[in-house]
Nanobody, 125 residues
Framework: QVQLVESGGGLVQAGGSLRLSCAASGRIFSNYAMGWFRQAPGKEREFVAA????????YYADSVKGRFTISRNNARNTVYLQMNSLKPEDTAVYYCAAAPRRVVVPRALSDFDSWGQGTQVTVSS
């Protein structure tokens, strides 16, 4: 497994932006497809975005499509989530996750075998 540490969360007003980062260590980062999930209080963890190990393929949940962008820098062992036009309903703990690269663009929880500790994102109205 790979170790993952998220950063970049915080409090922002509706319409604002945040960029989350997830630093990986312990394994060869390019061996992994990467994803972001989120979990709001009282709700199940839900898929947000994913990116293939090359960065050439991405996939987004409908709720964030057009507002969020996932990217990666394999030289820096880091994956990012740029979040624009934030809404109060985007408030959640955001988790970074890694999946074996044979899963080209993972989306299900079960596709991922390594998780970060999460970073809180709060969007005020």
């Amino acid at each position: 497994q790979v170790q993952l540490v998220e950063s970049g969360g915080g409090l922002v007003q509706a319409g604002g932006s945040l960029r989350l980062s997830c630093a990986a260590s312990g394994r060869i980062f390019s061996n992994y497809a990467m994803g972001w999930f989120r979990q709001a209080p009282g709700k199940e963890r839900e898929f947000v975005a994913a990116i293939s190990w090359t960065g050439g393929s991405t996939y987004y949940a409908d709720s964030v499509k057009g507002r969020f962008t996932i990217s990666r820098n394999n030289a820096r062992n880091t994956v990012y989530l740029q979040m624009n036009s934030l809404k109060p309903e985007d408030t959640a703990v955001y988790y970074c996750a890694a999946a074996p690269r044979r899963v080209v663009v993972p989306r299900a929880l079960s596709d991922f075998d390594s998780w970060g500790q999460g970073t809180q994102v709060t969007v005020s109205s």
